[in-house]
């Protein structure tokens, strides 16, 4: 398995807060107090390289180019639990320890997630204008719910995530999926971050919604944008929440078989403001998340020589591997936030009431207390943090796991000579407060003409499959270029024999040859309906 993040901190910055940063306000007993050191504060001359004060930013070069070096920083200097700057040096506290950031999630009575606890907003530290406006401004959705409340609005959510069918959504990944590798498929070229990983779960995401015409390189670009604390990021959420409240309005008015039309007719009876929340919601948790998930397993299939070694030798299946990237390179680095309901403890460090904390998952996820060896296996085992944890865990995970190992399947199916084009250390990342984002997977394979994907999903039963490999070719050895495959009587209308239809059945009827032994055909069968056949 490859490392998380493989790659070494990086240098000590100057980290002294601005002339009225709220940090200035705050003694060093505050900031550190019981930390690891025994009580003893260890802010000012005792790190080295850190001015007064001793906060490191969760923003700026050091966090978004080497976050996860940050991460073990704070570790080796506050223990589990660490004070840090959010963009425009707001205090905060980010959550480092496995077990400190499951007592966080699981226990709202201490650390709610109504975000109008937060002393910053009641002081003006954080304005309405804030970077991170559209994650903490307090909206009527479960997620800044507790209580009765969170049970009203989340039970909206789960009951109309449980109405996805999930077979059929699996179709649509497999067919988008097939569509996307369309586009690209005749060079022989490509970027799977922009061609591929950053459309396919906004394609899945607005058909399961029921907007599919919304579709939108914008709408694309939006939702990556909104999350990510830059100057547009206000600018980019008013533009989605106004795709949302139209569709909203279209389904008071025509129902259908959607996602938006059950929120808008569950009994929890949320008024349209809180379905059009709600939709931004798992449009922008699934989108996001599931991006950079597929992002993050191509990598890794496409670099990793042990990796790609367990895949090809079958010791590791595609789901297995989404699960160990969940562990390894999370979608979200961190979840902002939780609020401390009133004076508390955690991580042996003073929370004040009103407090902002940072669940801190890349960093939990690697806490030497539950994994003392990152080369190991994780397989089988869903005790990350990946979705977070308690009342508030993502309910929509197994959706973005589909769209993944689908996703992934599907290409790998189309293209099997796929290589990346250039080395790995070319490659480049994008940090964010939440998120860590793969800019551009350049990739090569041998060209190929595309695939009819226009007929109903089962029309492809039939298609043979080919095995896709992922083995480690030496330099010097250059693979032969693929044969396009044969068009199947699903795709070019013909019979078996490439006459025209002469035996009068439809072609979606037509029974598959009876070849092998009944446990294989059954097995086949499986493998199909896995695939969204």
Same mark, same amino acid.
């Given at each position: 398995?490859?490392?998380?993040?493989?790659?070494?901190?990086?240098?000590?910055?100057?980290?002294?807060?601005?002339?009225?940063?709220?940090?200035?306000?705050?003694?060093?007993?505050?900031?550190?107090?019981?930390?690891?050191?025994?009580?003893?504060?260890?802010?000012?001359?005792?790190?080295?390289?850190?001015?007064?004060?001793?906060?490191?930013?969760?923003?700026?070069?050091?966090?978004?180019?080497?976050?996860?070096?940050?991460?073990?920083?704070?570790?080796?200097?506050?223990?589990?639990?660490?004070?840090?700057?959010?963009?425009?040096?707001?205090?905060?506290?980010?959550?480092?320890?496995?077990?400190?950031?499951?007592?966080?999630?699981?226990?709202?009575?201490?650390?709610?997630?109504?975000?109008?606890?937060?002393?910053?907003?009641?002081?003006?530290?954080?304005?309405?204008?804030?970077?991170?406006?559209?994650?903490?401004?307090?909206?009527?959705?479960?997620?800044?719910? $507790?209580?009765?409340?969170?049970?009203?609005?989340?039970?909206?959510?789960?009951?109309?995530?449980?109405?996805?069918?999930?077979?059929?959504?699996?179709?649509?990944?497999?067919?988008?999926?097939?569509?996307?590798?369309?586009?690209?498929?005749?060079?022989?070229?490509?970027?799977?971050?922009?061609?591929?990983?950053?459309?396919?779960?906004?394609?899945?995401?607005?058909?399961?919604?029921?907007?599919?015409?919304?579709?939108?390189?914008?709408?694309? #670009?939006?939702?990556? !944008?909104?999350?990510?604390?830059?100057?547009?990021?206000?600018?980019?959420?008013?533009?989605?929440?106004?795709?949302?409240?139209?569709?909203?309005?279209?389904?008071?008015?025509?129902?259908?078989?959607?996602?938006?039309?059950?929120?808008?007719?569950?009994?929890?009876?949320?008024? $349209?403001?809180?379905?059009?929340?709600?939709?931004?919601?798992?449009?922008?948790?699934?989108?996001?998340?599931?991006?950079?998930?597929?992002?993050?397993?191509?990598?890794?299939?496409?670099?990793?020589?042990?990796?790609?070694? #367990?895949?090809?030798?079958?010791?590791?299946?595609?789901?297995?591997?989404?699960?160990?990237?969940?562990?390894?390179?999370?979608?979200?680095?961190?979840?902002?936030?939780?609020?401390?309901?009133?004076?508390?403890?955690?991580?042996?460090?003073?929370?004040?009431?009103?407090?902002?904390?940072?669940?801190?998952?890349?960093?939990?996820?690697?806490?030497?207390?539950?994994?003392?060896?990152?080369?190991?296996?994780?397989?089988?085992?869903?005790?990350?943090?990946?979705?977070?944890?308690?009342?508030?865990?993502?309910?929509? #995970?197994?959706?973005?796991?589909?769209?993944? !190992?689908?996703?992934?399947?599907?290409?790998?199916?189309?293209?099997?000579?796929?290589?990346?084009?250039?080395?790995?250390?070319?490659?480049?990342?994008?940090?964010?407060?939440?998120?860590?984002?793969?800019?551009?997977?350049?990739?090569?394979?041998?060209?190929?003409?595309?695939?009819?994907?226009?007929?109903?999903?089962?029309?492809?039963?039939?298609?043979?499959?080919? #095995?896709?490999?992922?083995?480690?070719?030496?330099? $010097?050895?250059?693979?032969?270029?693929?044969?396009?495959?044969?068009?199947?009587?699903?795709?070019?209308?013909?019979?078996?024999?490439?006459?025209?239809?002469?035996?009068?059945?439809?072609?979606?009827?037509?029974?598959?040859?009876?070849?092998?032994?009944?446990?294989?055909?059954?097995?086949?069968?499986?493998?199909?309906?896995?695939?969204?056949?």
């Amino acid at each position: 398995m490859t490392t998380p993040y493989s790659h070494r901190p990086g240098p000590d910055g100057p980290m002294v807060p601005p002339p009225g940063c709220p940090a200035h306000g705050m003694t060093a007993g505050e900031l550190n107090s019981h930390g690891p050191s025994g009580g003893q504060d260890t802010i000012g001359p005792t790190l080295h390289g850190l001015a007064a004060g001793g906060l490191r930013r969760l923003y700026g070069p050091e966090a978004e180019n080497d976050p996860m070096g940050l991460y073990e920083k704070l570790r080796a200097e506050h223990g589990s639990v660490a004070p840090v700057l959010l963009h425009g040096d707001v205090p905060a506290w980010l959550v480092l320890g496995h077990s400190d950031n499951l007592h966080m999630t699981r226990t709202p009575s201490q650390f709610s997630r109504d975000s109008r606890r937060w002393r910053a907003l009641h002081d003006g530290t954080a304005p309405p204008d804030h970077p991170l406006a559209p994650i903490f401004t307090w909206q009527p959705i479960c997620v800044f719910a $507790d209580g009765a409340e969170h049970e009203r609005l989340r039970g909206a959510v789960t009951d109309s995530i449980a109405r996805i069918d999930h077979r059929g959504v699996r179709r649509y990944i497999n067919r988008y999926s097939n569509r996307l590798v369309n586009e690209f498929c005749r060079d022989g070229r490509a970027d799977l971050v922009s061609r591929f990983a950053e459309h396919l779960p906004m394609m899945v995401m607005a058909q399961i919604l029921g907007m599919p015409e919304e579709y939108s390189e914008r709408l694309v #670009q939006a939702a990556r !944008d909104m999350i990510k604390g830059t100057a547009t990021a206000n600018e980019s959420n008013a533009y989605v929440m106004a795709t949302l409240t139209r569709l909203v309005k279209r389904r008071r008015i025509a129902p259908e078989e959607d996602f938006a039309t059950w929120l808008t007719e569950h009994p929890a009876g949320l008024t $349209d403001d809180e379905v059009s929340q709600h939709l931004r919601l798992v449009l922008i948790a699934a989108y996001e998340t599931t991006a950079n998930l597929i992002a993050n397993v191509l990598r890794m299939v496409l670099t990793d020589p042990r990796f790609r070694a #367990q895949l090809s030798g079958g010791h590791m299946t595609l789901p297995e591997a989404v699960e160990q990237t969940l562990w390894d390179e999370p979608p979200f680095t961190t979840i902002f936030g939780r609020w401390a309901v009133g004076d508390t403890e955690l991580g042996g460090q003073r929370i004040k009431a009103g407090d902002a904390l940072v669940v801190g998952i890349a960093a939990a996820n690697v806490d030497p207390v539950v994994r003392p060896d990152l080369n190991a296996s994780m397989q089988g085992n869903r005790a990350h943090l990946a979705f977070s944890g308690g009342p508030h865990e993502c309910p929509g #995970q197994d959706i973005g796991r589909a769209i993944a !190992d689908t996703g992934i399947d599907a290409l790998l199916l189309r293209l099997p000579d796929i290589q990346l084009a250039v080395e790995e250390h070319e490659l480049w990342y994008e940090g964010a407060l939440m998120s860590r984002q793969l800019l551009e997977l350049p990739v090569s394979f041998a060209p190929r003409p595309p695939q009819d994907v226009t007929g109903p999903p089962s029309a492809s039963a039939a298609v043979p499959r080919p #095995q896709w490999q992922v083995d480690s070719p030496r330099p $010097d050895v250059v693979r032969p270029p693929a044969q396009a495959p044969v068009p199947s009587s699903a795709e070019d209308g013909t019979g078996a024999a490439g006459t025209p239809e002469a035996t009068g059945v439809i072609p979606e009827q037509r029974a598959e040859p009876r070849v092998g032994s009944a446990p294989q055909r059954a097995w086949r069968a499986v493998t199909r309906w896995w695939r969204g056949h």
